[in-house]
């Protein structure tokens, strides 16, 4: 009984940590992007203009994407990390470099992400989540490497 009590507590360290460093990851890509995702959200949901509609739509996508991305290697970091400290470094690359992709995507497609979402171009927004997704499956195999 007292090895999952102690297990217990670790998970509890862990979550401590862990959402912290999700809210710090949402917060960091609130403000790196130039358009703000939870206005767009909140926007497309009180209307019926078709184009508010569709850039809440857009905006829940890439959003949604970038969370499950950050997950993704969080999730890695807490399995591979060997402290609270490791994972709290591992978390931070993971951030930092889930935003350096958004904008390498936008630096090289045709188009731009950061107009087309606000615009309600939902096929961008969901193109950007699943780059979200497939760059955190990448970064969590890397930390484990």
């Known amino acids: 009984m007292e090895m999952q009590w102690e297990s217990f507590l670790n998970f509890l360290l862990y979550l401590v940590v862990t959402l912290p460093l999700m809210g710090f990851g949402l917060l960091v890509f609130a403000f790196t992007t130039p358009y703000k995702e939870f206005k767009l959200i909140a926007d497309g949901s009180k209307t019926d203009d078709p184009q508010k509609v569709n850039a809440g739509k857009a905006a829940a ?57 606000p615009k309600g171009n939902v096929a961008v927004g969901i193109f950007s989540s699943r780059l979200s997704i497939a760059t955190g499956l990448l970064m969590a195999a890397l930390i484990s490497y």
């Open 61 to 117: 996508n890439d959003l949604g994407g970038k969370v499950i991305g950050l997950a993704i290697v969080m999730a890695s970091a807490i399995y591979h990390s060997v402290s609270l400290v490791d994972l709290v470094i591992w978390g931070v690359i993971g951030t930092v470099f889930q935003v350096g992709v958004f904008y390498l995507f936008e630096l090289f497609t045709p188009f731009k992400v950061i107009a087309e979402i």
